[in-house]
């Protein structure tokens, strides 16, 4: 009969070892757990769980610990597993069927990686994909590379082309927010990643890994920067080396994301369209060209792009991408893209399609309460607000919607509070500013609004708006991203100046009054707002 060894490398995993041990051993012949230098009781548990022990050295180096833990194995296949996730049951009943079948050298598994949140049924939500985790124990199937690590390459070497599923399944927890915290697993992996690009820089899915690495960690810059390197040097792939990383379609919806949320929405719009050509079917790439599109107020074709991302089918047999931009994501897109043309029924239809998917999203509550307090459903929105601020109060999307409502309300000491809560969240920080700026313009403090309106990148129409308004007030040209569309952004000009109204001096009007004239040389259009309907109480 054939037989499988388990194989796992651990350090100060007491908390997760016990269980991933108990799910394997229904299914495997052997056991072999190389320990790296725990200080707790994980010897402890897998020696008195009857497993092959070793230990190891650790010198900063995934791979290498993983084939020193090979060489503990005698069974005939591997399968790898990490402490931190467990063998699902209901998937493992065909691994014996599998192994004994005399053609395969590998098969892939399927990681399931929680991240906190839940699907419509109630159910863990993941990230899946599909990754070489069961092999033959071959002398020459070894890991490469130090973090990251993964055994393709020297499956590739053997003429391995396709690896088929095993249907096999691993949940992974360690992407979940309490242990990546817990763990500082970003900060542990990024020198590892860092000294492996400097020394092989053509190792895209490294360097890929490393981008993603300084997005978690906020280092937005140097991610987005670092993927251009990767976008640049996998398209001059051919298009057999470029079947090798599956990737790359996240390449382009990440970076056009990073650059977008930077207000460099025109480049954002560039590397969009470049996915756009290579993946037109990936949910990921047309749901980021939706949302530039919708930033800038393009939005008949934001409509078309979301719809398109709706319609998707997961692009490729190893990764399941995020279901997400399948399937809820779209609809709150739509839904802003409806509200933001008028159309508040179609808004509000879109909004609890995607409540159904996803009852539990934040951003898809925080919607339907914008909807209801548009459509003068006060006390139902306020309802809302509260669950909201009940359940996530340090929300960066919550805080925004509570200081808007609360602004409107005249409660203006709580709206600050909560825009400055908004101000720690990169996400949330240019909208914050706007309010801030503007807030303090109808306070009659023209110097100090001006002043925090100078670091105002305008992301998206509300900050491309509140810019021009405190460029009237400040006499200072007004440098807008070209994407902008300037009727879409006259009309948030309109917006603002109705909240200007608010001022009893009438200050912050007179300024824009006087400013306006010169402002008409950037925003073809402003001084027709001066005595519009939309502009308030503007004479």
Request: negative net charge.
């Amino acid at each position: 009969m054939t037989t499988i060894s388990a194989c796992l490398i651990v350090r100060d995993e007491e908390e997760n070892l016990m269980a991933c041990l108990e799910a394997l051993d229904p299914w495997v012949d052997q056991i072999c757990v190389l320990d790296t230098g725990s200080r707790d009781r994980s010897v402890e548990i897998a020696r008195e769980f009857g497993a092959r022990l070793g230990s190891y050295e650790w010198d900063g180096d995934f791979s290498a610990a993983r084939n020193a833990c090979l060489e503990l194995a005698t069974c005939d296949w591997i399968l790898s597993v990490d402490a931190d996730e467990l063998l699902d049951p209901e998937s493992a009943g065909g691994l014996r069927g599998l192994v004994d079948l005399e053609e395969n050298l590998a098969y892939l598994v399927w990681l399931d990686n929680l991240d906190g949140g839940t699907d419509a049924n109630g159910k863990p939500s993941m990230q899946s994909v599909g990754i070489p985790r069961l092999f033959r124990r071959l002398p020459e199937i070894r890991w490469e590379r130090p973090v990251h690590e993964s055994v393709m390459r020297s499956l590739l070497a053997l003429g391995v082309g396709q690896l088929e599923h095993s249907h096999l399944r691993l949940v992974h927890h360690g992407y979940l927010p309490e242990a990546i915290s817990r763990g500082k697993k970003h900060e542990r992996n990024l020198s590892i990643l860092e000294e492996h690009n400097a020394r092989e820089p053509e190792d895209l899915f490294n360097s890929y890994k490393l981008a993603c690495t300084y997005g978690a960690l906020v280092r937005n810059d140097e991610a987005s920067e670092l993927l251009e390197v990767v976008w640049s040097r996998a398209r001059a792939c051919s298009s057999r080396e470029r079947a090798q990383l599956p990737f790359l379609p996240l390449v382009a919806a990440q970076l056009s994301r990073l650059l977008a949320a930077k207000g460099e929405l025109s480049r954002a719009w560039e590397f969009a369209q470049q996915g756009l050509e290579d993946y037109p079917t990936v949910s990921e790439v047309l749901f980021e060209a939706a949302e530039i599109q919708r930033l800038a107020g393009v939005l008949e074709r934001a409509g078309e792009l979301y719809a398109g991302a709706k319609g998707c089918e997961s692009w490729t047999d190893l990764y399941s991408g995020d279901p997400s931009t399948r399937a809820e994501r779209p609809l709150f897109g739509l839904a802003r893209v409806s509200a933001l043309a008028g159309d508040l029924d179609l808004a509000r239809g879109c909004v609890d399609r995607g409540l159904e998917m996803a009852p539990r999203s934040i951003e898809g509550r925080a919607l339907s309460v914008r909807l209801l307090s548009v459509a003068g459903r006060e006390a139902d929105s306020w309802a809302g607000l509260q669950g909201l601020l009940e359940e996530s109060p340090g929300n960066s999307e919550v805080m925004l919607l509570a200081a808007e409502m609360a602004w409107s309300r005249g409660e203006v000491e709580t709206a600050r509070g909560f825009w400055d809560g908004a101000l720690a969240d990169p996400r949330s920080a240019q909208t914050s500013r706007a309010w801030i700026a503007v807030a303090t313009l109808v306070a009659g403090d023209l110097e100090s609004a001006c002043e925090i309106g100078s670091s105002l990148e305008a992301v998206d129409l509300p900050e491309a708006g509140a810019r021009a308004v405190l460029a009237a007030v400040a006499g200072r040209p007004l440098e807008l991203d070209p994407l902008f569309v300037p009727a879409a952004v006259l009309g948030e000009v309109a917006a603002w100046l109705a909240e200007l109204g608010r001022d009893p001096s009438g200050k912050a009007l007179s300024a824009f009054i006087e400013g306006a004239a010169a402002l008409e040389v950037d925003l073809p259009g402003v001084t027709a707002l001066l005595g519009s309907p939309e502009g308030g109480s503007l004479p």
